[in-house]
């Protein structure tokens, strides 16, 4: 399996630090407000990556953390009068339930900035007895030329990059490239106690902290959208190598940007998206289809609403050879196969080589799901009620699985009537107000399994359909 290092900017082969586990960290998002369809690329992407180590019989642990205190979040909580934690509470719950529409799976443990502070403060105080970073009046930074290897993994020449630009100038620094690992308290933002006062953590910090935690001094892949090479991934390298004394991650691996109809996605262009919104139109299953099967993850993306309403067709297709696999099955007849559907079953084994060489070569989802569509060709062209259900069960299984790898989900739900989801909102008003919570989160997620989704207003509940 090769994969491309953005350290190495090459592709190399996969080498785990220990035989038949997988040491995965991905940054996840800031929660103070509902996840955009940009922000869904990475989750796909490396949610992918994970399914496929598994697939091919890996342990994965696989940590994505939520950044739950920041100026974003203090902002917001602050315009509407209420706590950081409320906000970042809400929406933790908001991008969970859209990680469970584009079926992203739960990561093994997501770890939340507020409640790894003491971790945080004990690697700041460690950078402080290296000579790493220092204090100035509240404010810890680390001493960016102390770490001889700053720019390894974004290229830059520390020499070359100037104060003022993506760095504040700032009088207190000893430099001013140095960054800040630790920030004073302000009026009307949260703050913990440390050996420098009050304050919080800058953001870097957090990622060392919990994938140290969580993952060990050294892991196999950290992850996550381009944006985030300079300088949020370069100073987590500095941080974790000068603290630890030890190369933290052996595979760097990075998503390319989402454009608007070949526009860059912004809010003041009016082309920002967010995924609940993309819902409002389409399944968020077609949603991941296209983004695994429009481009690789490394090349730039385009999203379109036409594009969209052609993966839509295109995974159409797909669901409609198993469900036609499926009920083709009960007909057909018990029996060995015949030379000509052993050959028709070799041809599935090579096409399921195919998938698995494409993978292999750096996640190339696009070729992988090509292979499928091959395999479609063939469940189309050359299955009928007169094969043999050995074959018939063989090529939609394997359909199944590969999809599956892809996190595509081959069963096509029952929809519902309007009338039911009305009796089972009803059903759920009735759990609430009987402050029977379980009840009601479970019938909430079986309307979100079926394409509903909820949004509790002022005014009662509204439901539409995904």
């Known amino acids: 399996m090769k994969l491309f290092n953005t350290l190495t900017k090459a592709k190399e082969e996969f080498v785990p630090i220990e035989e038949g586990k997988v040491r995965m960290y991905v940054c996840g998002p800031t929660v103070y407000n509902y996840i955009h369809i940009g922000n869904a690329r990475p989750m796909i992407v490396f949610d992918t990556v994970r399914r496929y180590f598994e697939y091919k019989g890996y342990d994965v642990n696989y940590v994505s953390n939520f950044t739950d205190v920041d100026d974003k979040i203090i902002k917001k909580a602050n315009e509407e009068g209420v706590s950081a934690s409320e906000i970042s509470e809400r929406y933790i719950k908001e991008v969970l339930i859209d990680m469970k529409a584009l079926n992203v799976k739960p990561a093994t443990k ?62 207190e620094k000893e430099d001013p490239m140095d960054f800040v690992l630790w920030k004073p308290k302000k009026e009307g933002e949260p703050a913990w106690e440390s050996p420098w006062g009050e304050g919080r953590p ?70 920002f998206f967010t995924v609940r919104e ?111 259900n050995k074959l018939v069960e063989y090529i939609k299984n394997k359909i199944t699985a590969l999809c599956n790898v892809l996190g595509i989900e081959t069963v096509k739900e029952e929809e519902l009537l309007d009338e039911d989801i009305e009796k089972l909102i009803e059903d759920r008003q009735i759990a609430r107000k009987n402050k029977d919570f379980k009840k009601s989160d479970e019938i909430r997620d079986l309307l979100l399994e079926k394409g509903i989704l909820l949004e509790d207003t002022r005014e009662g509940v509204r439901w539409k359909r995904a």
């Open 110 to 171: 997501h770890p939340k900035a507020t409640e790894e502070i003491d971790g945080m403060i004990e690697m700041i105080q460690t950078l402080i007895e290296k000579g790493h970073a220092y204090a100035k009046n509240g404010t810890v930074y680390f001493r960016t030329r102390s770490f001889e290897g700053y720019g390894k993994l974004s290229k830059k020449n520390i020499d070359d990059l100037e104060a003022g630009a993506r760095i504040a100038v700032n009088e």
């Open 202 to 271: 800058g953001w870097h910090i957090e990622c060392s902290v919990m994938s140290k935690k969580y993952l060990g001094d050294q892991i196999d892949i950290h992850a996550g959208g381009e944006d985030l090479i300079f300088p949020h991934h370069e100073n987590e390298i500095a941080q974790s190598e000068a603290a630890n004394g030890k190369n933290f991650t052996k595979y760097w691996l990075h998503n390319r940007f989402l454009n608007i109809d070949n526009k860059k996605m912004s809010k003041s262009e009016g082309n």
């Open 278 to 388: 993309i819902g409002e139109e389409f399944s968020l299953q077609v949603l991941r289809f296209f983004m695994l099967s429009a481009a690789h993850y490394r090349s730039p993306i385009n999203f379109s609403r036409d594009l969209m309403e052609s993966a839509k067709n295109s995974l159409e297709r797909i669901l409609t050879a198993v469900s036609r696999l499926e009920e083709v099955l009960p007909k057909t007849e018990n029996r060995d196969l015949t030379e000509e559907e052993i050959m028709i079953q070799k041809e599935i084994d090579e096409l399921s080589k195919k998938f698995d060489d494409s993978m292999e070569d750096d996640f190339n989802t696009a070729d992988a799901i090509a292979a499928i569509f091959e395999m479609v060709k063939i469940a189309n062209s050359k299955v009928n009620e007169n094969t043999s």
